[in-house]
């Protein structure tokens, strides 16, 4: 049995997730609702955090409330990788009503920062484009470069000029 790396939880795997990582404060402009997305992303990442494989955890809700997360899979080969955005929106449209179109509300995606810390971070630009796509006007939660402060966007508005896509 290897031992646990510097600053891991006693008795953690290697790569597991540092101990003692500092939670977002939740933003006095979010839901209760939006709150839940947040600690649920953190608790997953808390748990299924490995440097290198597993970085990134998202939460989203759905028109009917349901609550779907998912985690970012590296991959080997880098095009093989899959955002947790992705895979948290490919639990929705599966759980989803057939019939009906993925309605995706609100968007939180968090990452564990090297200063021992969660950080709420932006989509990459593909998930974007996934995101927009399905539900175009979802709550998306960022943090902003110059304050630094967790903010709400529209989906559609973290991709000025998109072009529309008619499905």
């Known amino acids: 049995m290897s031992a646990a790396p510097a600053g891991a939880a ?3 795997a290697p790569g597991a997730a540092p ?3 500092t939670s977002v404060a939740v933003p006095a402009s979010m839901s209760a609702d939006d709150a ?3 600690t649920l992303a953190q608790e997953l990442l808390a748990r299924v955090w490995r440097d290198g494989r597993h970085e990134v955890a998202s939460a989203v809700r ?4 349901a609550v779907h997360t998912g985690v970012h899979l590296e991959g080997s080969c880098r095009r093989s990788s899959i955002c947790a955005e992705g895979v948290a ?3 929705a449209r599966g759980a989803y009503p057939g019939g009906r179109p993925l309605e995706v509300t609100s968007v939180v995606s968090v990452q564990i920062k090297p200063a021992g810390q969660f950080r709420v971070i932006a989509p990459c630009g ?7 796509d399905y539900s175009p006007d ?3 939660w960022i943090t902003t470069v110059e304050e630094n402060e967790v903010v709400p966007v529209r989906a559609l508005d973290l991709l000025p000029d998109k072009s529309r896509r008619a499905w």
């Open 10 to 12: 006693p008795g953690a």
């Open 19 to 21: 101990a003692g990582v």
């Open 36 to 38: 839940e997305l947040l």
């Open 62 to 65: 759905t028109a009917d409330g």
């Open 89 to 91: 929106l490919g639990a």
């Open 126 to 132: 593909v998930c974007r484009e996934l995101i927009s």
């Open 138 to 140: 979802a709550t998306v």
